[in-house]
């Protein structure tokens, strides 16, 4: 086996944007993650919504006035 080839492996802390801090060992050091198990709507139970009016507004302005064209050939 090759030597020093491999990453330092080192203990870690990921820390979420919530406030949770989660310690484990890790190539990288000190890491910020969005989420977490800790507010994860999947593991909380809770549910939230993420803010999608703008792209509904924005698909029935593009396809709103969208008609569908008859297949008639000669029938």
């Given at each position: 086996m090759k030597k020093d080839i491999h990453?330092?492996?080192a203990?870690?802390?990921y820390t979420?944007?919530?406030g949770n801090k989660i310690e484990v060992g890790s190539t990288k050091s000190d890491v910020k993650?969005?989420?977490c198990s800790a507010c994860h709507p999947f593991f909380t139970g809770e549910q939230r919504?993420?803010?999608?009016a703008g792209r509904v507004d924005k698909f029935l302005k593009k396809?709103?006035?969208y008609k569908k064209k008859d297949n008639k050939q000669g029938k």
């Open positions: 990453p330092k492996y203990k870690t802390t979420c944007v919530c993650i969005e989420i919504f993420v803010d999608t396809y709103g006035n």
